[in-house]
């Protein structure tokens, strides 16, 4: 018999996994629709601290999976990785936390117990800060946990990204933590890498040969979990679909959905929880009535400003981080928080020859207040659900990301910026754009060409730009139009690949809650959800720390050495 059966084996997945084995007298089973990523196993772009081939490598995503971003943008690819780790296997690296005040608004929202005091020693535990574990911030950071995380060091960022934060450096100081005092400033970014400087996905830093070899601890992937099977209202396992179509029962005691705030909703949809009427339209026995499970869609819209790098201004480490530094800045737009606002400083936009060429300052709205939902198309595991992020349909989204790329302008355009960039240019992750990133012959020659292209173009840069990159948009006609503007926005706006708060802590009394504050499920014993889609409100950081935060949180609380009202 098993003791905890965890479907998903994403970041959060492969924590509570090796947090829940840590008892020898406890069965633990996961399983992942993936292939397992290991120290051993790990590919080169995987393992590699630039990221930028990874999430473009369909082997390690859902690759039927789309998503609406705004209306009325059409539907688009939606990079989820479909792999032992998870995010954390193809993601940006970024390891930050957040502001203090967004755990605090958990609690606020009726995630009780999830305040600031609580997370902070679970962001301590999962962590071994490399620069930051002395006696000054003995109180911020951890040493002796699982994920390893430096800044990347002066002599390695990038002329251009030094430059950017040379010209925000009077109204935005440098400031040494990004995980420290919750300030406006620039930032050297945190990451998670190896002392070898290679990444650290949950499959390796917390599943690694040890955890591997415990005899109670089983790791199945390449396996979909299609339902989860009830005794009366109570779950006692998960049927789970192999690669062949087959299928066979897992039994368990405990069982905790761990899939992502897109598969996991989806999962408890598929296995009868939801909205009552829905799942009966579909064909699905409706075990309990929750409204919520699929509602609070939430992710960080975003837009970009991009500039053609001078070679003098291009890194000289192309295997180095891309997102060297940010800068974390106020919209002061009313009904909003300090540092709402996020700006990735990128030395190089892409890890292909053209993406070589360009520097990016890629924001987003930091704590965004629009939300979306998802439905199921049918009752089987492999149709995707149709999401829809409903980005931007509240007007505090839409008007700072306007903002964003006005500052973005004025920053690039700056005199303290004219030898590191050339022409300057609105940019976004759009289909195009990531089509063209696909590794292949064809488009290998046509990246090639436009980098030449680009190199020779000399006064002739900014038409080849207007006319081959941005299809005739420019910065001077957004900035002249606001109308213009709104539209480009509108219809560029991307993602951040951070969706959460599917399947949301609540009270009990709150229809739209899924679960209570230990990701109970609410209505059914023996369930819980534990990853992002627990999130009440977005955390104002990249969501891979803070979801690896909650599994530490709820693998404490299932053992009962937590409490959830602390």
Not at 52 to 80: C, F, I
Not at 471 to 477: F, I, S, W
């Amino acid at each position: 018999m098993i003791d905890y059966l965890i479907l998903g084996g994403g970041s959060a997945g492969c924590v509570l996994a090796a947090r829940l084995s840590e008892d020898a007298g406890k069965r633990v089973c996961l399983v992942e629709p993936g292939r397992d990523i290991s120290q051993a196993t790990m590919p080169a772009e995987i393992r590699s601290r630039y990221p930028g081939r990874a999430y473009l490598d369909t082997a390690n995503l859902w690759q039927q999976l789309k998503a609406r971003m705004s209306a009325p943008a059409a539907l688009r690819r939606y990079e989820q990785a479909r792999l032992l780790g998870g995010g954390s296997a193809i993601n940006a690296l970024m390891a930050n936390r957040g502001a203090p005040a967004d755990y605090d608004e958990w609690e606020a929202l009726g995630a009780q117990g999830w305040n600031w005091q609580a997370c902070l020693p679970y962001f301590r535990k999962l962590e071994t800060d490399c620069d930051f574990d002395g006696l000054d911030h003995r109180d911020l950071h951890g040493a002796h946990g699982p994920l390893r995380i430096q800044r990347t060091a002066w002599p390695r960022v990038s002329p251009f990204v030094k430059a950017v934060l040379d010209t925000l450096k009077h109204d935005y100081p440098l400031r040494d933590d990004q995980n420290g005092p919750w300030q406006d400033g620039t930032f050297i970014g945190s990451i998670a890498v190896s002392a070898q400087g290679e990444r650290i996905p949950t499959s390796v830093c917390y599943l690694d040969d040890t955890v591997r070899a415990r005899p109670n601890l089983i790791i199945r992937t390449d396996e979909i979990a299609e339902r989860i099977l009830f005794d009366q209202r109570r779950a006692v396992g998960a049927r789970v679909l192999r690669p062949d179509g087959t299928h066979h029962d897992l039994r368990a005691g405990c069982v905790i959905v761990s899939a992502g705030a897109i598969h996991s909703p989806a999962l408890l949809l598929r296995s009868g929880i939801g909205p009552a009427n829905e799942l009966a339209a579909l064909g699905i026995d409706v075990l309990v009535h929750r409204e919520g499970v699929g509602r609070n869609l939430m992710e960080h819209p975003s837009i970009a400003v991009s500039a053609f790098l001078p070679r003098a201004a291009r890194t000289p480490f192309p295997d180095e981080h891309h997102e060297q530094a940010i800068v974390r800045f106020s919209s002061g737009l009313a009904g909003t928080v300090p540092g709402d606002m996020h700006g990735a400083i990128l030395s190089r936009s892409g890890w292909h020859s053209v993406g070589c060429r360009l520097g990016t300052l890629f924001f987003w709205v930091n704590k965004s207040y629009s939300r979306g939902r998802l439905k199921l198309k049918s009752a089987s595991a492999l149709d995707e659900p149709d999401v829809d992020f409903a980005m931007l349909s509240d007007a505090r989204d839409l008007e700072r990301l306007k903002l964003a790329l006005r500052f973005g302008a004025q920053t690039l355009a700056a005199p303290t910026m004219a030898a590191h960039r050339d022409t300057l240019f609105p940019s976004s992750y759009s289909p195009r754009v990531a089509a063209v990133a696909v590794p292949g012959a064809w488009n290998a020659l046509q990246r090639g060409a436009l980098s030449a292209l680009l190199d020779i173009a000399g006064p002739l840069r900014a038409s080849l730009v207007r006319r081959v990159v941005t299809q005739g948009v420019t910065l001077d006609q957004l900035l002249a139009d606001d109308t213009a503007l709104t539209q480009f926005v509108t219809r560029s706006v991307g993602g951040t690949w951070h969706p959460s708060g599917t399947c949301r802590m609540g009270a009990a009394d709150d229809p739209l809650a899924v679960t209570d504050a230990c990701g109970a499920v609410y209505g059914v014993d023996g369930l819980h959800v534990c990853d992002a889609s627990l999130m009440p409100s977005i955390p104002c950081a990249n969501t891979n720390v803070p979801t690896i935060m909650i599994a530490e949180r709820i693998a404490d609380l299932l053992r009962g050495r937590g409490h959830a009202v602390d």
